[in-house]
């Protein structure tokens, strides 16, 4: 029945509801509409079903019904958030589910169901550490695949993460050139993703750069596609799902989601009866998505692993609302400094505090497992996409994030000051130890910016003395002191303010020439000029260390603001993704841009900054942008900080023209990376999303430059065969998504705020390329530099009254590999979650080949530990069967990273504890 040849012999019914974390209603109300929320005379339970606990109510009569489990009814849940809440306010129906056993499935175990575009990689992991976790405890189930069917587009490394946490399948619908508009990929481009898979197969092996492999399955008409199944109709509704489903089948098994956003369950048993009875050779069962993965797998039929990258498919919620994105990564990075600080406060506790220190453990794990179930929801695909009503991500969303962030910065904090009073400090005379803070998994160098307590008078000290010598130190404009230092991986080093003098070693510099009107911020590295005829952007960007370091490596004017018209998007989606014969994103040449303000805010050696006051008349409006730029001493890139708000009606872009045409842009995954050439679907800016770094090639493959950024994913090529990069500030675009629940447009559009945004632009020379002269990042130098710029190092003054039961320096974990010049990092250092006294160490290598890595634990034996055993776990902390044992000498513990995820658990002791 199929263009293969294969006869469908079986069809697999799975009731399966979406349960939206939050998205026309708040988190509250969908898990029990009481009182009835009514928005406009639009009651959204009436089109979908029911609230989850009348959801989940129901699906315990189907599968435990008169007291007895039923051995032929199965039921999938997906979002443990929802699940969680259930069962804490109905123990009593809660018990009547477990007694179902294995018939229900957990099926991806999150506590929602996660994007996987633009979710920070580890907040990404621990949306579904957090809920399976949970679920394990509570109910005794553990999930093997995952379930991503409304998410708008897909990570093309998503089976990195999958493989990482031990999944075997994955299912999803949404992919570019698929319904609803079915765009199909400009003349001479393509196949679209939804066009291969109806030509060679909705179900394949999902292969990523580095071997990661997961058994992938499109929903090729829909998750709702048996949303219509009853016992009235089961005979023509199952046969209506093999016609649509079997011409793309590769197998003889067809899977049929039955539910949809919030549907209520249906007798999917009853229903397979009654189709088994009507004389089709074909037979149908009401199972769970392993069952199917297992049949497809089983059957031989799927063939080798394929390169699969699934978007852009809604491209303009990359840009959309950026400040839920910008506080999601904020919170996920305070979060992983606090679990790497907390360890080593804790250490010492170990050892000093005897018995004292499980409770303490207990308490510092239970404090970030409550962080990261606040910050987990932000990962859902109409959370951090920005795609939520305006009165959920205003009510709901931003206040959910904004106190997940402080939290977490508290966190983080209260462990940095832990350590701070306990560090061994040796301060000579008129010395004051400070304390300087890496949480990134790799030794670097860095400009430290310490907040000086009121009492200081920092004028009293001209440098700081490090473990190699003083350095000068140089006034924040915001009133700090800035100075070099280099931070150990996963650790602290003491330092002291001197009233020594001291010179730097090398400078940033700014000048400025005719009178005024430009100015050059310059180090050994890059030399950059702005003018005042440009408003401000860049004119020209020196490469120093190139061959030829006077040529502009720009080819126009650069980091100019542009209004591109959007009037026809929405939250989702830009213009032109609304459908064939929608207008392309257009700069708005009518836009002026007025000088109001210039300030020279610092002046070197160590970082210079400079800062610009704009007014951008639009649509006969008139808009204040601020936009500044930062050089620090032997960094390749200058740094830039945009402000402002973006006008109804429009995409704003900061744009970069390039010195050649951009061809392909390598860029940074939420786990790992990639370098294919973008397949476009329409005119104009054609968005990304990128995590951490992204690289434009030219047509040779030759690095143009590098962009980095924390929390601004949206970057693309500015329209077809051009040599312009834009990188998206904000979007209000004009139309409402809203409008068919009676939702207005809000006033101003649906995001009038004001916004910062940060990014880095770095010169091509030391960008690592391959022998071709092709970027490449897989030695891992672009996502260190990327993450050095983001996660900047910190410091603390260290108060007089130090137990001094610390050393002065602790790195408390480091990675190496044992051959070749690719870096392995190590990314999270945290308690175990079913034994907190062990540690669970993430080892990420970019290489895409198998590296034996070494792991050194040299800190925690510092720290008075002794390590008892090490195995490799899945990144949801399961053993995994048949793994290899790391080999474990003293303080260092050895394996093959064979993928680019590695997850170690270690077991350790305090030798007197």
Excluded at 301 to 307: C, H, V
Excluded at 452 to 480: C, H, K, M, Y
Aim: glycine share 10%.
């Amino acid at each position: 029945m199929t263009k293969l040849g294969v006869t469908i012999s079986k069809v697999i019914l799975c009731t399966t509801p979406h349960l939206d974390w939050d998205w026309i209603l708040p988190f509250t109300a969908l898990c029990s509409n009481n009182p009835p929320y009514d928005i406009n005379g639009f009651t959204y339970f009436s089109a979908t079903g029911g609230d989850a606990f009348t959801i989940f109510s129901q699906a315990s009569g189907f599968l435990v019904p008169n007291g007895a489990p039923n051995p032929a009814y199965f039921y999938s849940i997906c979002e443990m958030g929802f699940l969680k809440a259930f069962t804490e306010a109905n123990p009593q129906l809660a018990g009547v589910l477990k007694q179902a056993g294995t018939n229900v499935e957990i099926l991806g175990g999150g506590v929602t169901s996660p994007d996987s575009l633009l979710p920070h990689g580890e907040a990404f992991l621990r949306n579904y550490l957090t809920g399976t976790n949970w679920v394990q405890q509570a109910y005794g189930l553990f999930p093997k695949h995952a379930y991503v069917p409304d998410d708008f587009g897909h990570d093309s490394q998503l089976p990195v993460m999958l493989t990482a946490m031990g999944f075997q399948g994955v299912t999803f619908e949404r992919v570019a050139g698929g319904a609803p508009t079915n765009i199909p990929p400009l003349k001479g481009q393509g196949p679209s993703p939804a066009q291969w898979m109806t030509d060679n197969g909705t179900e394949f092996i999902w292969g990523a750069r580095d071997g990661s492999t997961a058994v992938a399955h499109w929903m090729q008409n829909g998750y709702g596609q048996g949303s219509n199944l009853t016992t009235e109709n089961a005979v023509s509704a199952i046969q209506s799902y093999i016609t649509a489903n079997a011409p793309s089948s590769v197998t003889p098994f067809l899977y049929v989601p039955v539910g949809t956003d919030f549907a209520l369950p249906v007798d999917t048993a009853a229903c397979a009866q009654i189709w088994n009875e009507s004389g089709s050779a074909v037979v149908a069962v009401a199972g769970t998505f392993d069952d199917y993965i297992q049949a497809i797998v089983d059957s031989g039929l799927l063939g080798a692993p394929q390169a699969f990258r699934p978007q852009p498919y809604y491209s303009g919620c990359y840009q959309t609302r950026p400040r839920i994105k910008r506080l999601h990564n904020d919170a996920t990075r305070a979060l992983l400094g606090a679990e790497i600080f907390g360890v080593i406060a804790g250490a010492r506790n170990a050892k000093s505090c005897g018995g004292a220190w499980t409770v303490e453990l207990q308490a510092r794990t239970s404090a970030l497992r409550e962080a990261w179930l606040g910050l987990a929801p932000s990962t859902h695909h109409d959370f951090i996409t920005g795609t939520a009503a305006d009165y959920v991500y205003r009510g709901e969303q931003l206040p959910r994030l904004a106190a997940a962030r402080t939290g977490a910065e508290g966190l983080r904090l209260d462990a940095m000051s832990e350590i701070a009073a306990q560090v061994d400090a040796a301060p000579q005379s008129d010395e004051l130890p400070i304390v300087v803070f890496n949480q990134l998994g790799f030794q670097r160098s860095g400009l430290v910016e310490l907040t000086v307590p009121s009492a200081l008078d920092p004028s009293f000290f001209s440098s700081v003395r490090t473990p190699s010598g003083n350095v000068p130190l140089q006034p924040s404009a915001e009133g700090g002191l800035l100075f070099a230092a280099t931070g150990e991986s996963l650790g602290y080093t003491t330092c002291y303010l001197s009233p020594e003098t001291a010179s730097a070693t090398s400078e940033a510099t700014i000048t400025t020439s005719n009178g005024g009107d430009s100015y050059v911020l310059a180090n050994s590295l890059i030399s950059v000029e702005v003018s005042a005829a440009s408003a401000w952007a860049i004119d020209t960007i020196l490469d120093l260390q190139s061959g030829d370091p006077q040529a502009n490596i720009l080819g126009g004017t650069s980091n100019q603001i542009g209004f591109y018209n959007d009037a026809d998007g929405n939250n989702y989606r830009y213009a032109p993704e609304q459908g064939q014969g929608y207008p392309a994103l257009t700069l708005d040449t009518n836009v002026t841009t007025t000088v109001t303000g210039l300030q020279v805010l610092e002046t070197g050696p160590l970082r210079v900054r400079l800062q610009a006051e704009l007014t951008c008349r639009v649509a006969d409006a008139d808009y204040p942008y601020v936009v500044e730029y930062l050089l620090v001493a032997d960094e390749p890139f200058v740094r830039m900080r945009t402000t402002g708000a973006c006008p109804l009606n429009y995409s704003a872009m900061t744009m970069f023209q390039l010195g050649a045409e951009v061809d392909a842009i390598v860029q940074g995954t939420p786990y790992h990376w990639d370098d294919a050439v973008q397949v476009r679907y329409w005119d104009g800016p054609s968005m990304q999303a990128t995590h951490d770094f992204l690289i434009p090639e030219t047509t040779t493959g030759a690095p143009l430059a590098a962009i980095y950024h924390g929390a601004m994913p949206a970057w693309g090529q500015g329209a077809q065969n051009s040599a312009l990069l834009v990188g998206g500030l904000a979007r209000n675009p004009g139309q409402n998504y809203f409008g068919w629940c009676q939702l207005p447009l809000p006033p101003g559009g649906i995001d009038p705020d004001v916004h910062t945004m940060e990014y880095a632009f770095r010169v091509p020379t030391g960008i690592n390329v391959d022998s071709n002269g092709k970027a490449d990042p897989g030695n891992g130098a672009q996502l260190i530099e990327a993450l050095g710029y983001t996660t900047p190092l910190t410091a603390l003054v260290a108060p007089g009254n130090s137990t001094n039961q610390l050393p002065a320096a602790v790195s408390l974990a480091s990675v190496s590999a044992a051959s070749g010049s690719a870096a392995p990092i190590l990314t999270a250092v945290k308690p175990s979650e079913a034994n907190p006294g062990n540690l669970i160490l993430r080892v990420y290598q970019p290489s895409n080949a198998a590296m034996d890595v070494t792991v050194s634990l040299a800190g925690l034996r510092a720290l008075g530990g002794t390590i008892q055993n090490a195995s490799l776990v899945t990144a949801l902390e399961q053993p995994i069967t048949n793994a290899q044992t790391p080999t474990v000498s003293g303080a260092d513990v050895s394996f093959t990273a064979g993928l680019a995820l590695a997850t170690l658990n270690v077991g350790w002791s305090v030798s007197n504890f």
